[in-house]
């Protein structure tokens, strides 16, 4: 199983970017798919999941402005970020938890980082 992330890049402040996670190799189910970012300097903060059942979740200080959907045909998660500031400079990384067969148990797989830079 592989996680393919893609989209980064450097924006100005108000600006939009739509970070990509693809999804590929031998799956039997995705529970969640969610993001992560850190900062220069700082830890990882999770920003957000969507499940199964498509119910999503943020931080509060992404609320609003970020959105997380899935296309299931395509394998990939998008995070739609909108009205970007500075503060969300850092890089973003996709999980996901699989199960690879439907007896496997649920693992957790992690795409590489993709750096997202916002100036003001």
């Known amino acids: 199983v592989q996680l393919q992330a893609s989209g980064g890049g450097l924006v100005q402040a108000g600006e939009s970017l739509r970070l990509s996670c693809t999804v590929s190799?031998?799956?039997?189910?995705?529970?969640?798919v969610g993001w992560y970012r850190q900062a220069p300097g700082q830890g990882r903060e999770l920003v957000g999941i969507?499940?199964?059942?498509?119910?999503?979740n943020y931080i509060d200080n992404v609320k609003g402005r970020f959105t997380i959907s899935s296309e299931n045909a395509k394998n990939t998660c998008y995070l739609q970020m909108d009205s970007l500031k500075p503060e969300d400079t850092a890089v973003y990384y996709c999980?996901?938890?699989?199960?690879?067969?439907?007896?496997?148990?649920?693992?957790?797989?992690w795409g590489q980082g993709t750096l997202v830079t916002v100036s003001s």
């Open positions: 190799g031998m799956i039997s189910s995705v529970d969640s």
């Open positions: 999980y996901a938890e699989i199960k690879r067969t439907y007896y496997s148990p649920v693992r957790v797989f």
């Open positions: 969507i499940t199964s059942d498509g119910s999503t």
